[in-house]
Structure formats: structure tokens, C-alpha cells
Antibody, heavy 124, light 106 residues
Framework: EVQLVESGGGLVQPGGSLRLSCAASEFTFSTYWMTWVRQAPGKGLEWVANINQDGSNRHYVDSVQGRFTISRDNGRNSLYLQMSSLRAEDTAVYYC??????????????????WGQGTTVTVS | AIQMTQSPSSLSASVGDRVTITCRASQGIRNELAWYWQKPGKAPKLLIYAASILQSGVPSRFSGSGSGTDFTLTISSLQPEDFATYFCLQDYNYPRTFGQGTKVEI
């Protein structure tokens, strides 16, 4: 079964650091962009960052730029999110997602077709 | 960043009802929009991409339309399992941005 499994969440003090991991299975991980999305308690979804297939291209939402680093290890089929200088507003469930590129009518579209179950980060 | 505004923020409907959710972008995004649904305590799931193309396995009672700044998700005949929160997401540029969500209560 195609699957993503996050780990690494926990309770951390403001200003602290945490590294999230996402293990991929049953698909060719190295051929996909990958994404982190978070959801604060009782709130909506927020796109956090993504990374291309070989790690050479990354994008971040402004609120985490300079504090979070997305990376991947294709040999281990794993995606990571290194979080530092954590703030209370970073408290959320963090999901990793596979960023699937669809091609239709000469246009490429991205959509997150596989999601992990999420890992909870609490900054307090 | 492009702002995505969904309406309504919540709605109550009955089984069999036709339900429409709208999503408006603060600037034109062509048809580079996806819809997701999320049940309580679960990860989101992809419903529609490219504004109107159903993801494999999604029931045909779901449909999407729109281009530019205005988009619509329609459920033609609401089923009990459709109780969820629905989100739009623009994939036109970075940062990707979600709408705030529409909670559908049966």
C-alpha cells in the first residue's frame, strides 16, 4: 500500500528545535515533489514547504522562512522538516504529502494525492 | 501571497440536497485549483484537481468548475459520509494557499 508515515512530533519549549520525519513506502519516492502542510488546533490547513525530486529546489511559506528547512534522503525514502526557533504559533499537526504532477490539455497541475496521518508538534 | 476565500464557512444540509461551495482567489489563477476534504481527526484527501478533474475513486456526485478567480465545488446529492470540511488550494504560484475551509454538517 502506498503510504506516508510521519514521526518526530512532541512537546518543545519556545525557541527550541525539532526534526520531523516522513517515511514513504510502496512508490518511487525519488520521482515526486514532496510537501509539508500543517493544521493548528481547530484551524484550517496551511502549506508550509515543498521540495523537488533531488532536493535542489525548495519553497517555504513566509512565516517559516529562515527557521524551517525541508530536506529529503531518497536512499532512505524519507522526507524531513527541521524546525528551529519554534514559536507557540507553530503548534499544529504536521502532515507530509506526496505532490503529484498531473498533465492535462498541455498544462501541468500539482495536487497532494497521498497524505500521512500527521504528527503533532506542541510549542509551550 | 494569493488569498483564497471560501464561502460559506459552514452549512447545514440534508441527505439528498445539492450543496455548493465557492472559492474566490484574490488574483487570477487560471484553473490551477484543487479541492480537498477532511473528516475529523483524519488527514485531508484529494477530491478534484485542475478545478474540475475528479481524482480517481472520487464519487461522481462531486464536481468542480471555474477559472480565473471564481471556483465552485458541487455535491449533487449529499450523502451521510459527505460530512466533512472542504478546502480549496491554489497551485498557481508560491506560497501555495488554502481557503479557510467549509464545514458541511448533515
Amino acid at each position: 500500500e502506498v503510504q506516508l508515515v510521519e514521526s518526530g512530533g512532541g512537546l518543545v519549549q519556545p525557541g527550541g528545535s525539532l526534526r520531523l520525519s516522513c517515511a514513504a513506502s510502496e512508490f518511487t519516492f525519488s520521482t515526486y515533489w514532496m510537501t509539508w502542510v500543517r493544521q493548528a488546533p481547530g484551524k484550517g490547513l496551511e502549506w508550509v514547504a515543498n521540495i523537488n525530486q533531488d532536493g535542489s529546489n525548495r519553497h517555504y511559506v513566509d512565516s517559516v522562512q529562515g527557521r524551517f528547512t525541508i530536506s529529503r534522503d531518497n536512499g532512505r525514502n524519507s522526507l524531513y522538516l527541521q524546525m528551529s526557533s519554534l514559536r507557540a504559533e507553530d503548534t499544529a499537526v504536521y502532515y507530509c504529502a506526496r505532490d503529484h504532477t498531473y498533465y492535462n490539455s498541455n498544462v501541468y497541475y500539482d495536487a497532494f494525492d497521498i497524505w500521512g496521518q500527521g504528527t503533532t508538534v506542541t510549542v509551550s | 501571497a494569493i488569498q483564497m476565500t471560501q464561502s460559506p464557512s459552514s452549512l447545514s444540509a440534508s441527505v439528498g440536497d445539492r450543496v455548493t461551495i465557492t472559492c474566490r482567489a484574490s488574483q487570477g489563477i487560471r484553473n490551477e485549483l484543487a479541492w480537498y476534504w477532511q473528516k475529523p481527526g483524519k488527514a485531508p484527501k484529494l477530491l478534484i484537481y485542475a478545478a474540475s478533474i475528479l481524482q480517481s475513486g472520487v464519487p461522481s456526485r462531486f464536481s468542480g468548475s471555474g477559472s480565473g478567480t471564481d471556483f465552485t465545488l458541487t455535491i449533487s446529492s449529499l450523502q451521510p459520509e459527505d460530512f466533512a470540511t472542504y478546502f480549496c488550494l491554489q497551485d498557481y504560484n508560491y506560497p501555495r494557499t488554502f481557503g479557510q475551509g467549509t464545514k458541511v454538517e448533515i
